[in-house]
């Protein structure tokens, strides 16, 4: 494999959606993001509908990781590209979804903590995607994929809106939170405060005594 880009048989565009829902959020992010849309091969040829696939990125992924190249590895777009002009695949429109925060990702969910990201996919992008491009505009022709928090966004986002998307496919998605993340939460609270007390026969006080009979108490 050639470690340099190759010339698209579709191609990309690179623009940017104002999105009212995500101005204002509460950790001050952009509310005008980055959108990228792959176009199929003959696309601009005939005058005819494509399906569409909504691409979400993982953890501390951001828009322009799609194009990153790496030894003895195609670049996703690339890859994608050489499916449908090879025609292992019908042609698709290709969206590459923008959500990146300050704490380097939002789940695609709508938070208080982050801002309405998973209303901005679902009620700013996909309109917009539709009202500029020639998509099939029905569920049966709308799929959303993604990649780690990607894959969560990918396997919520239909449950929650299967008006919109009518397939998925998450890659490592993001999942079994009580099993990874809540026996953390118990560690981090034991952490959370030390005080130390002593015991005397006139009872225990706080902070005082010799340091033999200090016995260091973890709180809350």
């Not at 048989?9 to 104002?18: H, K, M």
């Not at 923008?98 to 939002?106: E, I, K, L, V």
């Given at each position: 494999m050639l470690p340099w880009g190759v010339e698209l048989?579709?191609?990309?565009?690179?623009?940017?959606?104002?999105s009212e829902l995500l101005r204002g959020n509460p950790l001050g992010d952009p509310h005008e993001r980055p959108i990228w849309v792959?176009?199929?091969?003959g696309y601009d040829d005939a005058d005819v509908r494509h399906p569409t696939v909504y691409v979400l990125q993982g953890y501390t992924g951001?828009?322009?990781m799609w194009a990153n190249r790496t030894p003895f590895r195609q670049p996703f777009i690339e890859t994608a590209d050489a499916v449908f002009a090879?025609?292992?695949a019908p042609g698709c429109i290709v969206v590459y979804?923008?959500?990146?925060?300050?704490?380097?990702?939002?789940q695609f969910v709508d938070s208080p903590g982050t801002g309405r990201y998973h209303s901005y996919l679902c009620d700013e992008v996909v309109p917009w995607?539709?009202?500029?491009?020639?998509t099939i505009p029905a569920r049966e022709s709308r799929a959303v994929s993604g990649k780690s928090s990607g894959g969560f966004g990918a396997m919520i986002t239909p449950m929650l809106r299967p008006d919109l998307f009518g397939a998925l496919a998450t890659h490592a998605g993001d999942s079994l939170y009580e099993l990874s993340y809540v026996p953390a939460f118990g560690k981090g609270a034991g952490c959370c405060a030390t005080t130390t007390t002593t015991s005397s026969a006139g009872g225990a006080t706080s902070g005082r005594g010799p340091p033999s009979s200090r016995k260091p108490t973890t709180t809350c």
């Open positions: 048989a579709g191609r990309l565009e690179q623009t940017t959606i104002v792959y176009l199929p091969p951001h828009l322009t090879t025609g292992r979804v923008d959500a990146w925060t300050a704490y380097g990702g939002s995607v539709d009202a500029n491009y020639r």
